[in-house]
């Protein structure tokens, strides 16, 4: 038995031959790989995706720890991406990972090449960003699974999935709505993971406790030297709290809606044929 057949072999009994074989040629594309996009991308390799790619512009920093896959007292400091790519490719060896240590924005959008990709997942905190990535990425031919706010949430019951305009309760979501109807509106629908729970910080502070960040500084660092003491905290009015069950189950529920989506393609292709 080949180390695949094995890896996935009980995936295949839930699924199938045929949907693991969809499955397999999917290209999926990750933007933001922090608490949600880190559950998000192990979940599709574990699944049997192959073809992934990541997209992140940060190294691990100590406060990435308490809910991000891939961060560990062991790898802060170290470039998210990469860190990423190494345990999937611990999961699937034979898994093709493209790392890529960018930020994504207006200016830099085309080198992605997202006509590419069967799906797109918008995993990105930064607003201006994330509105961009949803007008392009609905221009395109590709499903995009986008994650509304998960901080401030301990309730995983109340974690729902509603089409973008549907979206009730989550501020974040609000917030893109009322942004991006001053430009061009998402030229399709797509899903989005939420939660309508709001709880307030408790504790002390709106930084990783010091003015700015706590990422380490350096003038070497690991990856691309432009990108080696880029933070986002010190950008920030506040910092809110989060837990990873929660950062966690956004991350699985849109790796979910996923592979959810090429069952039920693979399922109207059997019914045609029958």
């Known amino acids: 038995m080949g180390i695949e057949k094995g890896i996935f072999q009980r ?7 045929m949907r693991m074989e969809a499955i397999a040629t999917k290209k999926v594309i990750i933007f933001g790989i922090g608490g949600v996009g880190s559950w998000c991308a192990e979940s599709l390799i574990r699944t049997g995706i192959h073809h992934l790619t990541i997209v992140d512009s940060d190294r691990v920093c100590v406060t990435n720890i308490n809910r991000q896959l891939h961060a560990t ?23 093709s990972i493209t790392a890529i240590q960018k930020i994504y924005n207006q200016e830099n959008h085309a080198s992605f090449e997202l006509e590419k990709y ?26 995009l699974f986008s994650s509304m706010g998960a901080s401030l949430k301990i309730d995983p019951t109340r974690i729902k999935v509603a089409e973008f305009w549907d979206v009730k ?10 942004m991006i109807r001053k430009g061009d509106l998402p030229a399709k629908k797509f899903l989005c993971v939420y939660s309508d729970e709001l709880l307030e910080n408790a504790g002390e502070g709106s930084s990783c406790g010091t003015t700015a960040c706590l990422c380490p500084k ?37 790796a979910g809606l996923v592979v959810q989506d ?5 399922e109207k292709v059997e019914v045609a044929c029958c």
Do not use: Q
């Open 11 to 17: 995936t295949e009994l839930l699924m199938g031959k």
């Open 73 to 95: 007292s062991k790898t802060v400091g170290e470039v998210k991406t990469e860190v990423l790519k190494k345990r999937l490719l611990e999961i699937n060896p034979k898994a």
């Open 118 to 143: 069967d799906y797109i997942i918008d995993a990105i905190d930064s607003l201006g960003s994330k509105i961009h990535l949803i007008r392009m990425a609905t221009r395109t031919n590709a499903k």
């Open 169 to 178: 309760g989550c501020p974040l979501g609000s917030r893109v709505r009322k």
């Open 218 to 254: 350096a003038v070497v660092a690991p990856g691309d030297p432009e990108l080696a003491n880029h933070e986002w905290c010190s950008k920030k009015a506040v910092i809110n709290g989060t837990a990873a069950h929660i950062t966690s189950i956004f991350g699985f529920t849109i």
């Open 262 to 266: 090429i069952y039920h393609e693979v």
